[in-house]
C-alpha cells in the first residue's frame, strides 16, 4: 500500500498561526531586551565649572572695537601737537614750510595751507565770564550745553577767522556750520571731523578771493589743526577743500 508523502507532510493551519505567535514574542522580547541597554543614561549631564566671581570670559575674549571716527565732540588721543603729512597732487608745489604747509597750484591760482598753532582758550561758564565772538562773526546755533570738545573747536574757529580779518581788508562769512573730513595716523585711518566756514576776503590791492576753512581743536596737546583753501571763486575754494582733506592726515609725532 503506498502512502501519499505530500498528505503526510501537510500541517494545519493552527500549526502554522502557533508558529508565527512564536516568532512574533521573540522579536518582541529581543526589541524589549535592546531597548534596555540603549536608553539614554538617567545621570544628570555634566556641569560646565562655575566662573570666579568678578570673571567675564566673554569681555575678555572680546577683540577691541577700533575706532573708525572722532566727532567734534570726541577727545583725539593726542598729548602733543600733531602734525600734518599731506601730499595734494602734481599740480601743487609745495612753497613754505615753516609753522604750516603751503602749496600753490599752477593751474587755478588756489593756495593750500595745513596749520598747526596753540589752542584759543575757552572761558570756563563756572567762572562766571563769557567771551562774546566779534559781532561781525556769525556765530554757531546755540546747542544745549555744548561739549567742552566742540566748545574748542568753535573757538579756534572763531580765531581762524579773527585772523584771517586781520590781514585783510574785509572779510565776511559767507557759510559756516560745514563739515570738513580728514583722517588720523594714515589716509585710511580713522575719520576726523573738522569744522569749516566759507570767507569772502577783500584785499587791499582790490583783488577778491574765497576761502574755506576746516579747524580742529586738541585740547589734550593744547593746540589747534587748520586746513585753508584760498582760490579766485567760492567753487574752486570747495573743490580744492575736498582735494586738500583727502590727501593729508594727522600724526602725533
Not at 570670559?57 to 600733531?82: C, K, N
Not at 544745549?144 to 579773527?162: C, I, K, N, Q, W
Not at 583722517?183 to 573738522?194: A, E, N
Amino acid at each position: 500500500m503506498t502512502t501519499d508523502s505530500g498528505a503526510a507532510t501537510r500541517r494545519p493551519p493552527w500549526v502554522w498561526l502557533l508558529m508565527a505567535a512564536c516568532v512574533l514574542v521573540g522579536v518582541g522580547v529581543i526589541v524589549a531586551v535592546a531597548g534596555l541597554f540603549m536608553a539614554p543614561s538617567s545621570r544628570p549631564p555634566a556641569t560646565q565649572p562655575t566662573p570666579s566671581a568678578g570673571a567675564s570670559p566673554a569681555a575678555s575674549s572680546a577683540p577691541a572695537v577700533p575706532v573708525t571716527a572722532y566727532g567734534l565732540s570726541d577727545a583725539l588721543p593726542l598729548m602733543v601737537p600733531p602734525v600734518w603729512h599731506a601730499e595734494p597732487g602734481a599740480d601743487y608745489m609745495l612753497t613754505a614750510a615753516a609753522d604750516s604747509l603751503t602749496y600753490a597750484s599752477a593751474s587755478d591760482s588756489c593756495l593750500l595751507t595745513f596749520g598747526v598753532g596753540p589752542l584759543r582758550p575757552v572761558p570756563s561758564a563756572s567762572a562766571g565770564r563769557t567771551t562774546p565772538a566779534p559781532s561781525s562773526v556769525p556765530t554757531a546755533p546755540a546747542l544745549s550745553g555744548p561739549d567742552s570738545e566742540t566748545a574748542a573747536t568753535r573757538a579756534a574757529l572763531a580765531g581762524a577767522v579773527e585772523s584771517r580779518r586781520s590781514s585783510a581788508a574785509r572779510v565776511s562769512v559767507t557759510a559756516q556750520d560745514l563739515t570738513v573730513v580728514t583722517t588720523l595716523d594714515s589716509l585710511s585711518g580713522p575719520l576726523v571731523d573738522m569744522a569749516g566756514a566759507d570767507l569772502r576776503v577783500a584785499h587791499a590791492d582790490g583783488t577778491v578771493t574765497y576761502v574755506r576753512l576746516a579747524v580742529r581743536a586738541v585740547p589734550s596737546a593744547t593746540s589747534a589743526v587748520s586746513i585753508s583753501a584760498e582760490c579766485p571763486s567760492a567753487e574752486a575754494a570747495a573743490t580744492a577743500m575736498n582735494h586738500a582733506s583727502v590727501r593729508a592726515y594727522l600724526t602725533g609725532n
